[in-house]
């Protein structure tokens, strides 16, 4: 093999390296985008679980009022 040759060889093991790189950086871009994205809806989920349970809470007090009046104001 000649020294040509063995450059050669050389520069497209770099070159595959250099693809390579691009690919899993682009994977790993992707996946942070995906990250972001989740970390947003969990975010969401989390006011929603919030906002539920503020209304349920509400709820139940105005339902011990209601039971407080059928009961002639009697707790």
């Known amino acids: 093999m000649s020294i040509d040759d063995?450059?050669?060889?050389?520069?497209?093991?770099v070159?595959?390296?250099?693809?390579?790189?691009d690919e899993i950086m682009a994977g790993l871009e992707a996946a942070w985008a995906g990250r972001r994205d989740?970390?947003?809806?969990?975010?969401?989920?989390?006011?929603?679980v919030?906002?539920?349970?503020a209304m349920i809470l509400e709820?139940?007090?105005?339902l011990q009022a209601?039971?407080?009046q059928l009961r002639g104001g009697q707790p």
């Not at 919030?50 to 349970?53: K, M, P, R």
Request: overall charge positive.
């Open 50 to 53: 919030s906002t539920l349970q």
């Open 38 to 48: 989740l970390d947003g809806q969990l975010t969401e989920l989390r006011e929603t």
């Open 66 to 68: 209601l039971r407080e």
């Open 59 to 62: 709820q139940g007090r105005q």
């Open 6 to 13: 063995g450059f050669r060889k050389m520069l497209a093991g």
């Open 15 to 21: 070159k595959q390296a250099d693809e390579g790189r």
